[in-house]
């Protein structure tokens, strides 16, 4: 047999044991967001920047913790050249939100009737020539 030499030093073992510590706070940390409302969850943001990388999952749960499912079928059924759908569940809250939050400051409250009225409303093609 010839030679065999294997190195490992210990650096290759604490940059594996942080990568898989930082994996299980991090699994922690979703763990804990799912159990947290959408103001909770913006408030830890702004302190901890960990959390703006929460998963799909996250934010996912928050969408239905926040509106029934119902709701997400109607908004998935618009039409897209009129809903303009984003990119991701966190990107569509932060509208949802940022809409509301208008809305109230204007002395609305905004509900679900509101939304699926709008709806009707915007997703009707009107006639231009009217």
């Not at 930082?22 to 408030?43: G, N, P, Q, W």
């Not at 928050?62 to 050249?81: E, G």
């Not at 991701?88 to 609305?108: P, Q």
Request: proline letters at 3%; charged letters at 25%; aromatic letters at 14%.
């Amino acid at each position: 047999m010839g030679n065999f030499t294997f190195r490992i030093s210990c650096n290759d073992f604490r940059v594996k044991a942080n990568g898989d510590i930082l994996r299980l706070c991090f699994k922690s940390i979703e763990d804990i967001a799912m159990h947290l409302t959408l103001k909770e969850v913006y408030r830890y943001i702004q302190i901890c920047k960990q959390f703006s990388l929460l998963s799909d999952r996250v934010w996912d749960n928050l969408c239905n913790t926040r509106y029934p499912k119902q709701f997400w079928i109607r908004a998935m059924q618009r039409p897209v050249s009129i809903s303009k759908p984003l990119s991701s569940a966190k990107e569509e809250l932060k509208r949802l939100t940022i809409f509301e939050t208008r809305m109230f400051e204007d002395g609305v409250t905004w509900t679900l009737s509101d939304y699926y009225l709008m709806w009707d409303h915007q997703d009707v093609p009107h006639d231009s020539n009217a």
